[in-house]
């Protein structure tokens, strides 16, 4: 979890800046999701998806709240229909409707046959004085004297409407409508194609394709709505439990990773642009940068606006040698030193004295020394040698 109004201005860079941002984007990976952590203030309008309530949730700057009731999403197979579609049979069989959601099979119970709406029907005679098909004693005309015809028949309209809902449950079971449904599960799609431009006038991902117009180029916008905006890209391991790494591209286009701190931004790097050898301006930037430009046939680096040094090469290097005066870090000195020194000893530049070859000394030296020669004990001859100033 992270207080997501850190880093500040005066957070310490090692102990404080990487860790708090860290723990943004590691709040912001896990979906904020109060199950795994319990970040504290988060600007007003940001969301998150609860496992618990097992749905999106919107932070109104004192409570959260369900984002929307219906989502528009498209899926290839889902548990039931969202609405449920009522089937019956009418004509020469007569069942009553029953409703159908594609969640379990659904029996067509039929209560009535109408001879007379069969098509093709052969011609019936009359039969007198029994009606075989209600057992009465009618004498009416007109009733059926294939018994055995009759059961055939209401045994095919029965089977057809059998076959009639198991097509229409097999066409609907585990789809999702094209114009707009709600999935609960999750999705898994070997690929999303698109191939026309895209409308990101609401806010969410959005995946378009051949803009601008006639540029075959593909287009992957964020409506940050009322959020930071920006994306953010993940590895995690196989469990989805740790992030490896990470890396975000945030809404003012700045591109960070999760252990480096940023890249580039708009603040400190324009890919269009070329450094000129005059080019000594301060870049503004908040800090931990380092720019770099081509000075003086040397390449001279710049951390956050404020120290500029040479990086020494072959092709510079005697020439930076050539500039240090006496008694500058890295220079040389002939010293007198009032006790005797082996080569590699130190000593503060207050105890030596400049010198020669025939002993005579003068004022002190500034910095700290190291002994380059050798001077053993035995006046000042003997105790002048060389130095070199290392700070």
């Known amino acids: 979890m992270a207080d997501h109004s850190k880093p500040t ?3 310490n860079y090692s102990s404080e800046f990487i860790p ?13 999701d109060p199950a795994h952590t319990t970040p504290t203030n988060l600007p007003e309008y940001s969301i998150r998806y609860s496992s618990a309530s097992k749905r999106w949730e919107s932070w109104s700057g004192t409570a959260w709240a369900e984002l929307e009731t219906e989502y528009a999403i498209n899926v290839s197979t889902a548990t039931k229909l969202k609405t449920a579609r009522k089937i019956s049979i ?38 007198a004085p029994k009606d075989v098909v209600t057992g009465t004693g009618d004498t009416t005309s007109s009733r059926i004297t294939d018994v055995a015809w009759v059961n055939a028949t209401v045994g095919a309209a029965a089977a057809a409407a059998s ?7 097999s066409t609907a079971d585990g ?57 953010t890209f993940d590895v995690v391991d196989a469990d989805n439990t740790t992030i490896l ?27 269009d642009s070329k450094w000129s050898t005059s080019d000594h301006g301060v870049v503004s ?35 930076y040698i050539a500039t240090l005066g006496a008694g500058a870090v890295g220079s040389y000195a002939f010293v007198y030193v009032p006790a005797s020194r082996n080569p590699g000893d130190v000593a503060a530049g207050s105890d030596l004295k400049w010198s020669n070859a025939a002993g005579n000394v003068t004022g002190s030296l500034s910095g ?10 035995g006046g000042n001859t003997n105790l002048s040698t060389l130095w070199m100033r290392y700070a």
């Not at 943004?24 to 979906?31: E, T, V, W, Y």
């Not at 286009?253 to 890919?271: D, E, I, K, M, R």
């Not at 700290?368 to 004990?377: D, L, N, Q, T, V």
């Open 285 to 319: 930037s908040t800090s931990n940068w380092i720019r770099l430009r081509w000075g003086g046939g040397s390449v001279i680096y710049n951390i956050d606006g404020v120290l500029e040094q040479t990086i020494l090469s072959s092709q510079n290097f005697a020439g």
């Open 175 to 231: 789809k999702v409508s094209k114009s707009g449904d709600t999935m609960t599960g999750q999705l898994t799609l070997p690929r999303i194609q698109a191939n026309s431009t895209t409308n990101p006038s609401s806010q969410g991902t959005h995946i378009g394709w051949n803009e601008p117009s006639s540029s075959g180029k593909t287009r992957i916008v964020n409506n940050k709505g009322g959020g930071v905006g920006g994306f």
């Open 368 to 377: 700290s020394w190291r002994c380059m020669g050798y001077a053993p004990a």
């Open 9 to 11: 201005l005066t957070s």
């Open 245 to 271: 790494g990470s890396m975000a591209l945030s809404a003012a286009g700045s591109v960070s990773t999760s252990s480096q701190g940023t890249l580039w931004g708009s603040s400190n790097f324009n890919p």
């Open 20 to 32: 708090e941002i860290n723990g943004r984007f590691a709040d912001l990976a896990q979906g904020l």
């Open 90 to 127: 009418s004509g020469a069989a007569t069942a009553a409707g029953v409703d159908f959601d594609g969640s379990g099979n659904i029996a067509l119970e039929v209560t009535d046959l109408d001879y007379s709406k069969i098509s093709n029907a052969p011609t019936l005679g009359t039969v």
């Open 163 to 169: 076959a009639a809902a198991a097509t229409a449950q």
